[in-house]
DNA sequence: ATTCAATTAGATTAATCATTCTAGAATGGT
DNA sequence: ACCATTCTAGAATGATTAATCTAATTGAAT
């Protein structure tokens, strides 16, 4: 019925995520996506609506696969393998690790906003993980979730292991073997409830 | 002899700043900058050579006054210290520590490098912060500086506490008060040279 | 008062970008 | 063989940008 297509929506949002990793935001123009993956730039538009929608696709993709590692782990209560987990995820495809890791997602969408299908997905990705925390939190400690415990989780089991991988993914070299025992020495050292709060508590680390 | 100047080279790294606090490195056009202080573009031409030329400058500034508070810590062996004096210095002006904090001054000079003085001048400064992480380490340890120590110090003195305002920074909301206390607990749960290595060692933290 | 280099002022240029448009090619059902 | 549809292909458009250029001011030193 229909002519077959050469380029499909995930050529262009790997080329996307590739040239963001490789070059900045910047570098991901339209007329790079397309030399990239060897094609004309109106084919893009076939695909995508405009260069936010892209960028916002190629958000999802990348970001969602993150999420999709760590929720279940979160919502399982084990907050140490999730902290663990950005390794290997990171290791499987550094493009997607530098472009995830490297870019707040607000940067990306500088000009114009992504297309609404496209921000609700991002916003569904957020609340999943934000979820994710609290649950995790809630079945570590006991009673009512405090912003400080939430704001603390988040900064052990993502932020913190991020920061440490972040040095290394700026650079070429690969992340060094002792990232892994950085990450767990933390989650070792540092409770999860405040010390003011800490009192009769489970430790969760 | 001459006109005097409206317009300074501070109120244009000023204005940089603000614009790229504000809504990234693409906002912070050089029509941009021009209309943010009030001015024709053509005087910008007057005290920088290029955007880049003024985005370095900008960083310079920027960072350089971050190195100013930390440095002196470092080589004084107060590596605690060095780390919650990020707060105050955060504190101070927000436009600066969000341009400092938030964006990798690579991802600045995407489209062209800076002139070859300011790149100079940023590549002191770093050398200036490296020098001064293995000073402390030194002075903290004993014995040679091995690479994966100066990490894990980088990390525990910069990157984990930037990493624990980064959240605060993207946010419209002021740093809350528990970030000392999370930065402070940090320290004194995790140690400065490794699990492995740390037989008979003074501890730092 | 005159001079003159530094500066303001903003129009201009050339490049680049996102997006649209026109044209033709491929495909599978009729 | 033909048609409807989806795609490739890349030229055209209009906006925006960094950077340059011409001309008009300014104000302290002479």
New interface residues.
């Given amino acids: 019925m229909v002519r077959t297509a050469r380029f499909s929506a995930e050529h262009f949002i790997d080329a996307a995520i590739a040239l963001v990793a490789e070059?900045?935001?910047?570098?991901a123009t339209m007329q790079a996506i397309a030399r990239r993956v060897g094609g004309p730039t109106g084919s893009i538009y076939h695909r995508f609506a405009s260069r936010s929608a892209i960028l916002a696709a190629a958000w999802n993709a990348g970001y969602g696969s993150l999420v999709q590692v760590l929720v279940p782990l979160l919502h399982a209560g084990r907050p140490r393998e999730a902290a663990l987990a950005l390794l290997p995820w990171a290791g499987e495809d550094r493009h997607r690790a530098r472009f995830v890791l490297?870019h707040?997602p607000?940067?990306l969408f500088?000009?114009a906003p992504p297309p609404e299908p496209l921000r609700q997905e991002m916003e569904r990705l957020e609340t999943g993980m934000d979820e994710a925390f609290g649950a995790c939190i809630g079945r570590v400690g006991g009673g009512a979730i405090r912003?400080?415990d939430l704001?603390?989780a988040?900064?052990l089991i993502f932020?913190?292991p991020?920061?440490?991988l972040?040095?290394h993914l700026?650079s070429e070299n690969p992340v060094?073997s002792?990232a892994g025992?950085?990450i767990a020495?933390?989650h070792?050292?540092?409770?999860f409830a405040?010390?003011?709060h800490r009192a009769g508590t489970t430790q969760a680390a």
């Fill in positions: 070059g900045g935001p910047g570098a490297l707040e607000v940067a500088e000009d912003e400080e704001a603390r988040k900064f932020d913190a991020i920061a440490i972040r040095p700026l060094p002792f025992q950085m020495e933390l070792a050292g540092v409770p405040s010390a003011s």
